[in-house]
């Protein structure tokens, strides 16, 4: 079946840097774009990134706009997250998707904590 493993998460002060990791296995990663989402409490669940199945193409929510960017690599299974100057808005659950024909698939998130 569709495993999404997130990785990566933790504290990071305002202006410093963090990479996500998302290794995916159960599927035929490199036929699949891949999306990054976010959620903090009371919030609905966010759009982050996306990038499509060669890395023709990328694109980003509003908020993280030059600040994080979206990378894959097919021999590995794996979709990263680079978080740069991140804000205390940042702070999330981030989470690893696919849409699998047709269903949507989610990781278990890593939580992000943008704090001083």
């Known amino acids: 079946q569709v495993q999404l493993v997130e990785s990566g998460g933790g504290l990071v002060q305002p202006g410093g840097s963090l990479r996500l990791s998302c290794a995916a296995s159960?599927?035929?990663?490199?036929?699949?774009?891949m999306y990054w989402y976010r959620q903090s409490p009371g919030k609905e669940r966010e759009f982050v990134a996306f990038?499509?199945?060669?890395?023709?193409?990328?694109n980003y929510g509003n908020s993280v706009k030059g600040r994080f960017t979206i990378s894959r690599k097919n021999v590995l299974n794996t979709v990263y997250l680079q978080m740069n100057n991140p804000k205390p808005e940042d702070t999330a659950v981030y989470f690893c998707?696919?849409?699998?024909?047709?269903?949507?698939?989610w990781g278990q998130g890593t939580q992000v904590t943008v704090s001083e």
């Open positions: 998707h696919v849409l699998y024909r047709g269903m949507p698939q």
């Open positions: 159960g599927f035929t990663f490199s036929i699949y774009g």
């Open positions: 990038v499509s199945k060669d890395s023709s193409s990328s």
